[in-house]
């Protein structure tokens, strides 16, 4: 399999749902001062370092940065509008405009391109490269610009796994080892869309069902499936377990500020480009087309190699000794754009992603959010059987063929992938569910509880196979009828 260094796309499209908004009152400002209002997915100290950058080279300029997870700053967006558009409400006579949005997933700048909600503007920036591992780096029609690369990867603790006696991962399916179950952290990707990226990336590179099936047995190995992508590091770090899922800008970071943290990009994974856009709306278009030029510029780029950001420029030169021969990238950072780290490059199809999105995030939920124990439960019921063909050679023919059939259970899916890239099909999900408990009605109410059912009684027959193989002794008819396959 071609060596590919890693993505994966983040972004939540749950376009139909109007949730709570947390606005930005206007705040007092002389007339000589200009305010530019900024939507950002990054972390508050990312925004913090370019805010004091890019205000002391402009004096008289206030930089304001809203942060926001993508998903909940496209909702922001869109209520914006719409408060704006409606003449009658004051709501929006209390907010400021927003200038740029500032975001990793390049799907998200798509959506409000889609929605006529970007302005073009062309950098004037040069020696930024046309592709980044396959992927556009800016928008071709001009409404979008890509700054920094973005890659997906492993994150462990040195100190949890050497305490623990594990291996350091380096690909996907070391995850799937059974000596790593309950070591794991991940998140779903209703809840982050830097995991929709992970997992649509797999699914994308491996293909409909392989795919499936190596995210499903990572996630049988899980310890938890996190709120929020950021527990993910968080719990890494401080050793709730000991390996996670992440963006690479969590394990580099945790690098460069001196934690026990190693980090690794898998083979089957590819670069995306983070982006930033002018929105239609901005009251101050030419400043926030200075922001993009900063942000650009070998200045702005090399901010992104602070500690507290730890991301990777955009700028292929930066990567090279200067030519006072120093080199700003890390030891530890990859070479995003060399072909040697890269291997073959794969071109990362974002209208299949985007098209199923939410198809995706909901088979996951299904699958694996709702059923997480469920999940544990039958993929342990494997790996202890799998221990037992080792230590009772007698039962190897009669239980390898339970292990195998078992696996099929598991893996199983309720739709193929051409079922997930149909536009009707795909359009009946809108509704995104916090817990299992929510209420969701129509069609997808239905198609949901058909999976649920097919999943439920796949993952319990799962005990069932293996447990009519397994030798053990039986010491009541209970016992006995447990072991049945229904």
């Known amino acids: 399999m071609p060596r590919l260094i890693s993505i994966f796309f983040s972004i939540s499209l749950a376009l139909s749902l109007v949730p709570q908004v947390y606005a930005a009152e206007k705040s007092p400002a002389s007339e000589d001062t200009r305010k530019l209002v900024i939507v950002s997915s990054f972390p508050k100290a990312m925004g913090a370092i370019y805010k004091k950058a890019f205000e002391s080279k402009h004096p008289g300029v206030e930089v304001e940065v809203l942060k926001k997870k993508t998903s909940a700053g496209l909702k922001y967006l869109y209520k914006l509008e719409a408060a704006k558009a409606d003449k009658s409400t004051e709501e929006a006579e209390k907010k400021d405009d927003v200038d740029l949005f500032w975001v990793s997933a390049p799907d998200a700048l798509e959506v409000l391109k889609k929605k006529n909600m970007l302005q073009k503007y062309i950098p004037k920036a040069a020696g930024i490269p046309r592709r980044l591992s396959g992927f556009p780096v800016n928008d071709p029609e001009g409404f979008y610009s890509g700054f920094s690369g973005a890659g997906y990867g492993l994150m462990w603790n040195t100190e949890y796994l050497k305490a623990h006696n594990l291996p350091e991962p380096r690909e996907w399916v070391d995850l799937t080892r059974p000596e790593f179950h309950g070591h794991v952290g991940l998140s779903a990707p209703s809840r982050s869309g830097t995991t929709h990226l992970t997992v649509e990336s797999i699914l994308q590179l491996l293909g409909w069902e392989a795919g499936w099936s190596l995210v499903k047995s990572i996630a049988g190995n899980a310890k938890t499936i996190t709120q929020k992508s950021s527990h993910v590091p968080k719990g890494v ?250």
């Open 237 to 486: 770090i401080k050793g709730e377990f000991g390996v996670g899922i992440v963006i690479d800008y969590y394990g580099l970071t945790a690098i460069a500020n001196g934690h026990p943290i190693g980090f690794a990009y898998p083979g089957e994974s590819v670069f995306v480009p983070a982006n930033i856009g002018i929105l239609k709306a901005s009251s101050e278009p030419k400043l926030a087309g200075e922001f993009i030029e900063f942000v650009l510029s070998p200045e702005g780029q090399k901010l992104l190699l602070e500690a507290d950001i730890s991301r990777l420029p955009i700028r292929p030169e930066l990567y090279q000794p200067d030519s006072e021969g120093i080199t700003h990238i890390p030891e530890f950072y990859p070479h995003p754009f060399s072909a040697k780290q890269l291997g073959a490059h794969v071109a990362f199809d974002v209208k299949r992603s985007r098209e199923r999105y939410n198809v995706v995030n909901s088979l996951f939920d299904v699958m694996i959010t709702y059923r997480f124990e469920d999940l544990q439960t039958a993929v342990s019921a494997i790996q202890n059987a799998e221990t037992s063909l080792v230590s009772t050679p007698k039962s190897q023919p009669a239980l390898a063929g339970a292990t195998n059939q078992a696996r099929a259970l598991i893996y199983a899916l309720p739709i193929d992938e051409l079922t997930s890239i149909d536009p009707h099909f795909a359009s009946i999900f809108r509704k995104k569910r916090k817990k299992a408990e929510d209420v969701i009605e129509g069609e997808q109410a239905e198609i949901e509880g058909k999976w649920d059912e097919l999943v439920a009684e796949n993952y319990l027959r799962v005990k069932a196979v293996i447990g009519n193989q397994l030798p053990k002794k039986i010491s009541s008819v209970d016992e006995l009828q447990a072991v049945k396959v229904p």
